[in-house]
């Protein structure tokens, strides 16, 4: 079992910049998955980014069209904590964000077909 928590959601103008926080994974020596859905008030979970690792090596390989050249994730490989810097942000990318995590290869890491374990969430608010 994975407890992720995340953290460092607020509320910003648009334009502005905010930076989450993921921790609870520890270190797996096979493939994993990780990355970051969110989920807007009665919309369906989105698939923001997600990549795939090994051990201590990580890739975030798959982002979102909505987020690409705004949204870049990364991950600490001493801390083990994943991040999702986003910037230029937008009314429209309001939204619980959730950390997922999965201890198997993903093929899509945007489908929520990956998603074996996530957090709590943490609340991003855009206000134009």
């Known amino acids: 079992q994975v407890q992720l928590v995340e953290s460092g959601g607020g509320s910003v103008q648009a334009g502005g910049s905010l930076r989450l926080s993921c921790v609870g994974f520890v270190y797996f020596p096979s493939d994993y998955c990780m990355g970051w859905f969110r989920q807007g008030p009665g919309k369906e979970r989105e698939g923001v980014v997600g990549?795939?690792?090994?051990?201590?090596?990580?890739?975030?390989?798959s982002y979102a069209d909505s987020v690409k050249g705004r949204f870049t994730m990364s991950k600490d490989s001493a801390t083990n904590t994943l991040y999702l810097q986003m910037n230029s942000l937008k009314p429209e990318d309001t939204a619980m964000y959730y950390c997922w995590a999965s201890h198997a290869y993903c093929g899509s890491p945007l489908h929520p077909e990956s998603y074996a374990f996530w957090g709590r969430g943490t609340q991003v608010t855009v206000s134009s």
């Open positions: 990549g795939r690792g090994k051990g201590s090596t990580f890739y975030a390989d």
